[in-house]
C-alpha cells in the first residue's frame, strides 16, 4: 500500500472553516458551481485525502449485470481479489460467487472475503468452510459473541477489488434480492454499483484493509505493479471519460464522519441548478434538512427520490416525519413505487456523482463503516441524470397540501418514529 494510514485519519478534529455551514456558505460563492475550479482542493482540505484523476467510470442499475460485469473481472485476476459486503448470503447468488471466486483461489490468486456478522447472520457456518475449503480466507465483522461493545459497530460496505486496479462500489450486497435474475422482479431490489478503473481502485483496496485487519486478519501485501484489465467486452455499461476524478468518502465508528457531512455540505453548497439525491433509509435529522432547505431558498431544484416500497418499516416512518419540513423549504419528494428502492447516489447539475453505501439516518453518520466515492465527471453526471429522470417516471410525488391529511394512525406512526432517529 502506498500509505499506511487512511484519510481522514482517526481521531483528526475538524477545523472550525472546513464543518457544514461554513463550507456550505464558502462553496455557494463558487462562480462556477460544482464545475469550480476551487471545488476540488475544497473537498481535499475536508476529506485530507487525494482526488484521483484519471478513472475510467462504469455505472450499473441491474444487478444481472453487475453482478456480470463483477465475475468477469474476478476471472480475469491475476494476484488478487477482494470482497466485501455487509450481506453475503447463501442463496444462488451467494454460491455463484463462491463458485467465481473459488475459480480465482484455483488458479493462485490471493483471494480474501470480508463479510459483516450481523448483516450475513442467516448465512450458515457451512457457507464459509466452503469458502476456506476452496482457499479463500475469510472473516467475519464484529461477531456479537466476541466482541459485544462494539456490537452496533457494522460494516456496511460493499467492495470488490480485483488486483488494485478495478474495483466496484455501491449499495448492491451479495444476495439475490439486489436484482438478480434468480429473483422475481417485484421483489427484487432497485439499486446501483459503480466499477472503478484506475488510482482510485487502489485506495479502495486500503479501506478493505481496514475492515480486515479489524476483523483479525493479517495486513497484506504492498503496491501492486502493471496495468488494470480492460471493461468486460459485452457487458452493458456507461463509461465515463478516461480522465474522471475520484474522492473516496469512506468511514467508520470514530473516523471521517464530520468529514462526510461536510463534504455533502460543500457539494449540496456548490450546487447552482440541481441536487437529485436518492436514498434507501432516510432519517435524517434537522441539520440534513435544512442543507436541502438552504439550496432550495438559492433556487435550486432539490429532488428526494426515497421509497415507495421499503423493507425497513420504521425508517421509512421516520423519513416521513421530516417531509412536512421539507416540503415547506422548497424541497420535492418522490417515493419509487415498482421496487423496494435500495441505492444511495447523489446528482448535482449533472456533473458530480456520489455513489456507495452510505444512507441519511444516525446508523450511516455515526455506526457503520462505510465507502462511497465522489466522481467528477461530465459523462457518468449526464449518466446519472438520466438515471434519475427514468427512475421518476416509476415514482409518486408527495404534495405538499396533501400531506397533512393523511391518516390519523399514519400520521402518529410518523410522528413516533421521527424521534427514534437518534437511533435508528
Known sequence: MRRSLLRP????????????????RLAAAFPEGVRDPQLPPL?????????????????????????????????????????????????????ATLEVLGRAAARGVAVRVLADAWGSWSTRAAFWKDMQSSGISVRLYHPLWKRW?????????????VDRGVAFTGG??????????????????????????????EE????????????????????????????????PSHAGGPGARVLVVDTRAGRGQPEK???????????????????????????SVELFGDAARRGVDVRLLLPGRSDVALLKHAGHGYYADLLARGVRVFEYQPHTLHAKTIVADDYVSMIGSSNFDARSLHFNAECNVLILDEETGRVMS??????????EEIDRR???????????????????????
Open 9 to 24: 485519519w482517526s481521531g483528526r478534529s475538524l477545523p472550525a472553516e472546513l464543518r457544514p455551514w461554513n463550507v456550505l
Open 43 to 95: 473537498l481535499s482540505r475536508i476529506d485530507t485525502g487525494p482526488i484521483h484523476p484519471g478513472n475510467r467510470i462504469s455505472v450499473y442499475f441491474d444487478g444481472k449485470e453487475t453482478f456480470a460485469a463483477a465475475d468477469a473481472a474476478i476471472d480475469a485476476a491475476e494476484r488478487e481479489v477482494l470482497l466485501e459486503s455487509y450481506i453475503i448470503r447463501d442463496d444462488r447468488t451467494g454460491r
Open 149 to 161: 461493545r462494539f456490537r452496533r459497530h457494522r460494516d456496511h460496505r460493499k467492495i470488490l477489488v
Open 172 to 201: 448492491m450486497n451479495v444476495a439475490d434480492e439486489y436484482g438478480s435474475s434468480w429473483h422475481t422482479s417485484d421483489t427484487a431490489f432497485r439499486d446501483t454499483q459503480v466499477r472503478l478503473e484506475g488510482p482510485a481502485a
Open 204 to 235: 479502495l483496496a486500503l479501506v478493505f484493509q481496514e475492515g480486515w485487519t479489524r476483523s483479525g486478519g493479517r495486513p497484506f501485501g504492498a503496491t501492486m505493479p502493471g496495468p488494470a484489465e480492460p471493461a468486460p467486452p459485452g457487458t
Open 261 to 287: 457531512v461536510s463534504t455533502l455540505a460543500a457539494l449540496i453548497g456548490a450546487t447552482r441548478r440541481r441536487l437529485w439525491v436518492t436514498n434507501a433509509y432516510f432519517a435524517p435529522g434537522m441539520g
Open 386 to 395: 438520466e438515471a434519475f429522470a427514468r427512475d421518476l417516471e416509476s415514482a
Open 402 to 424: 396533501a400531506w397533512p391529511e393523511r391518516g390519523m394512525w399514519h400520521r402518529l406512526g410518523d410522528a413516533a418514529a421521527r424521534r427514534l432517529t437518534p437511533i435508528l
